[in-house]
């Protein structure tokens, strides 16, 4: 026997004891999606290496340390996409989506980053994506920030999480802030951590980012953003934080919220959790004017949010999923002709409703055996058919949740008792 093949570190199997709440999550995320109008799009797992140096920056982290990159046979680099903003934006470009138009797009799937696993932070992790393009104004802001919460609040999640806003201002803006930052730390030298002392030159805002203690308390002298703030985006951010409170969504302002990627400007927000540890961003987005012209289109405005699918399951677990009703029926056979009736009689349940789930017992095996198993798959009928059921067209109907009386029926009979099951 050859040496048991072990799954990818940090790649993680989804088991069917588990699969019911991931179903949950994508049904009320399928759900709001359609309620805001948004569109569903889907793009390839593995894009051209190029596409993400263009649109995340070659000195992110992401890009420098953390994607998994490899030449085809063709000698082309490609990557596993490790976001789903860029894989969106070459799409609209690429398909004529984007220039002049106004689009709403979500999308859901796995992307790969190679880091240390741990909880919430995985190898390959699955996202929900929402992207809106040609909408300059704050409005589109606020409706991808309140189409976020209203996915918290029908997951139940939403008083066990907070918002934090802030606004990047132009790319004007936020070069000149990077020179007042980059002069503060230099000030401060024998204070950095590597970390920061790395970052002083290719990417200064991501130091504010930091979850150092030591830096922490140097990054509460930085100079602030929103000191920096041309006068449009001044505007922008208060008409946005305008229209929040006007929908009561609560929110603080963190002058020191910048994001990971390069290429966010004015809005960006994130929804913290303090239930996950170190890993307590949840959702997280904001707007980039710039990407789509970045990237090969004709400038065009957008906003959007990614959401972490294990994160949201982590924190579903902390709090406690819902137990969604389940109309569920075992169908227990023991005979030549009652399996023959079974299968017919399982099926017309199945085409008759289909929301109702019906397992059908295969394999052999004693009724005594049959029955310990629709025991334990949480059915609440047993359909109990032999063969002179089967002569008959008579099932029994047993009960395996309540103390009931075992009823023996014809399928007419059956079918009338089902539909106010199901109904009720």
């Not at 603080?252 to 996950?276: A, H, K, Q």
């Amino acid at each position: 026997m050859g040496k048991q093949i072990q799954a990818v570190r940090g790649m993680n199997d989804l088991l069917p004891d588990n699969s019911s709440v991931w179903q949950y999550l994508e049904q009320q995320l399928r759900s709001a999606a359609h309620q805001y109008a948004y569109r569903e799009v889907r793009f390839p797992i593995v894009e051209k290496t190029e596409l993400f140096k263009r649109s995340i920056g070659e000195v992110t982290d992401i890009v420098a340390k953390e994607m998994y990159t490899f030449d085809d046979r063709n000698g082309e680099s490609l990557t596993l996409r490790p976001e789903g903003t860029a894989c969106c934006v070459r799409m609209g470009n690429e398909q004529g989506l984007l220039y002049n138009q106004v689009q709403r797009f979500w999308y859901a799937g796995p992307m790969f980053r190679y880091e240390k696993p741990q909880k919430g932070r995985y190898r390959q992790f699955h996202q929900f994506g929402v992207e809106a393009f040609g909408m300059a104004t704050p409005d589109i802001d606020a409706e991808v920030i309140l189409f976020s919460a209203t996915i918290l609040k029908r997951l139940g999640l939403f008083e066990h999480v907070r918002l934090e806003i802030n606004s990047l201002g132009s790319n004007e803006a936020r070069a000149a802030y990077r020179d007042s930052l980059v002069a503060f730390y230099q000030q401060h030298q024998d204070k950095l951590d590597e970390d920061s002392r790395n970052r002083l030159d290719k990417n200064p805002l991501r130091i504010l980012d930091s979850k150092n203690p030591q830096m922490v308390e140097l990054n509460q002298l930085a100079p602030q953003l929103l000191d920096h703030l041309d006068q449009e985006s001044k505007q922008h951010f208060e008409q946005l934080k305008s229209l929040l409170e006007a929908c009561g969504i609560a929110y603080t302002v963190n002058p020191r919220l910048v994001r990971g990627l390069d290429y966010y400007n004015r809005t960006v927000f994130e929804w913290i959790t303090e239930s996950l540890g170190a890993q307590g961003t949840v959702c997280a987005g904001g707007r980039y004017d710039g990407l789509v012209a970045q990237l090969g289109g004709k400038a065009t405005p957008a906003v959007g949010f990614a959401l972490g699918m294990e994160r949201m399951i982590a924190l579903l677990d902390e709090v406690g999923v819902p137990t969604l009703p389940e109309k569920h029926l075992y169908v227990v056979l023991n005979g030549d002709v009652a399996q023959q009736y079974g299968f017919q009689l399982a099926q017309n349940i199945r085409d008759a409703w289909n929301d109702v789930k019906v397992s059908l017992h295969c394999g052999g095996g004693s009724f005594k055996k049959q029955f310990k198993k629709a025991d334990q798959s949480g059915a609440e009928y047993a359909l109990v058919i032999g063969d002179d059921e089967a002569a008959q067209q008579i099932v029994n109907l047993k009960p395996l949740r309540e103390n009931k009386e075992q009823q023996t029926l014809n399928q007419q009979a059956l079918f009338d008792y089902l539909e106010q099951w199901v109904n009720s």
